[in-house]
């Protein structure tokens, strides 16, 4: 497959965190609109489903176990990309963890760990191999997304490694955007509000979610679909062209405003 063309027939996409939720809405969205695309995380089976719901596009898919807070983990899911198809047009960095939702000052340090592994070294070490593969390739370049949250903007109650992660990855984003002007790199981020994944469950049962002021509320919650629609927009925009920030989120949730 020859893939120095950059029609959207022949782009090559990686999107970690493929096996649920955003990542699988992204995934499926980019291989419908004929995109060749490694889908990376951690479960292989979760990984095998998102590519059978793919249909006949599944076949361009690739099913890659990753651990993003693992280095060589990463290189090798840019190798087997390479490998298969010659270069990376886009990559969607939205594997992310989450921390009970406890008192800060009852947080374990383990739990306060293993979100910045995730959420903040997992998304520095994919930028970086990026970096490395894209501006080697020809014709030199890319775009890379990372998954911000709403919580890049305003904290949940009881949030600090989650919400402190996501401010970080706006200040990657918008470092590594920079960086990358040189190598034709755009980088960009999407801010999502409550979309409909296992993450987000809990908004939408029982009692609901904790509020600022220590109420329960159940919150609205938009199909992750759109959130894959948007991912695929800003991926297709012509590289001369770069969405810097884009907030997506249910229209009725909780943020605006006072609530």
Same mark, same amino acid.
Request: overall charge neutral; hydrophobic content about 40%; some cysteine.
């Given at each position: 497959?020859?893939?120095?063309?950059?029609?959207?027939?022949?782009?090559?996409? %990686?999107?970690?965190?493929?096996?649920?939720? $955003?990542?699988? =809405?992204?995934? /499926?969205?980019?291989?419908?609109? *004929?995109?060749?695309?490694?889908?990376?995380?951690?479960?292989?089976?979760? /990984?095998?489903?998102?590519?059978?719901?793919?249909?006949?596009?599944?076949?361009?898919? /690739? $099913?890659?176990?990753?651990?993003?807070?693992? +280095?060589? &983990?990463?290189?090798?899911? #840019?190798?087997?990309?390479?490998?298969?198809?010659?270069?990376?047009?886009?990559? #969607?960095?939205?594997?992310?963890?989450?921390?009970?939702? @406890?008192?800060?000052?009852? /947080?374990?340090?383990?739990?306060?760990?293993? $979100?910045?592994?995730?959420?903040?070294?997992?998304? #520095?070490?994919?930028? !970086?191999?990026?970096?490395?593969?894209?501006?080697? !390739?020809?014709?030199?370049?890319?775009?890379? %997304?990372?998954?911000?949250? %709403?919580?890049?903007? &305003? +904290?949940?109650?009881?949030?600090?490694?989650?919400? =402190?992660?996501?401010?970080?990855?706006? *200040?990657?984003?918008?470092?590594?955007?920079?960086?990358?002007?040189?190598?034709? @790199?755009?980088?960009?981020?999407?801010?999502?509000?409550?979309?409909?994944? +296992?993450?987000?469950?809990?908004?939408?049962?029982?009692?609901?979610?904790?509020?600022?002021?220590?109420?329960?509320?159940?919150?609205?919650?938009?199909?992750?679909?759109?959130?894959?629609?948007?991912?695929?927009?800003?991926?297709?925009? +012509?590289?001369?062209?770069?969405? !810097?920030?884009?907030?997506?989120?249910?229209?009725?949730?909780?943020? %605006?405003?006072?609530?």
């Amino acid at each position: 497959m020859s893939t120095n063309s950059h029609t959207p027939a022949s782009k090559v996409a %990686i999107v970690t965190g493929a096996g649920t939720g $955003v990542g699988r =809405a992204a995934a /499926l969205a980019l291989l419908a609109d *004929g995109y060749s695309v490694t889908l990376a995380g951690r479960r292989a089976d979760m /990984l095998e489903e998102t590519k059978a719901l793919a249909g006949d596009a599944g076949s361009r898919a /690739l $099913v890659q176990p990753t651990d993003v807070t693992d +280095p060589e &983990a990463i290189k090798a899911m #840019f190798k087997v990309t390479t490998d298969a198809h010659g270069r990376v047009d886009v990559i #969607f960095n939205n594997a992310g963890a989450n921390a009970p939702g @406890i008192l800060l000052e009852d /947080l374990k340090v383990e739990d306060w760990k293993r $979100v910045v592994d995730v959420n903040l070294t997992g998304v #520095f070490l994919c930028i !970086q191999e990026a970096f490395r593969v894209m501006k080697a !390739q020809t014709p030199m370049g890319g775009r890379i %997304i990372n998954n911000g949250s %709403i919580s890049a903007h &305003a +904290p949940r109650p009881d949030s600090i490694p989650y919400t =402190a992660t996501k401010h970080a990855v706006t *200040g990657m984003t918008k470092t590594a955007a920079l960086d990358g002007r040189k190598y034709d @790199i755009a980088v960009s981020q999407v801010d999502i509000g409550n979309a409909v994944s +296992p993450m987000t469950e809990r908004m939408a049962q029982g009692h609901g979610v904790k509020q600022s002021d220590g109420t329960l509320k159940v919150e609205p919650r938009m199909p992750a679909e759109h959130v894959g629609e948007a991912v695929v927009m800003m991926a297709n925009l +012509p590289m001369d062209t770069n969405i !810097q920030f884009l907030t997506i989120q249910a229209t009725k949730m909780p943020w %605006i405003g006072r609530g």
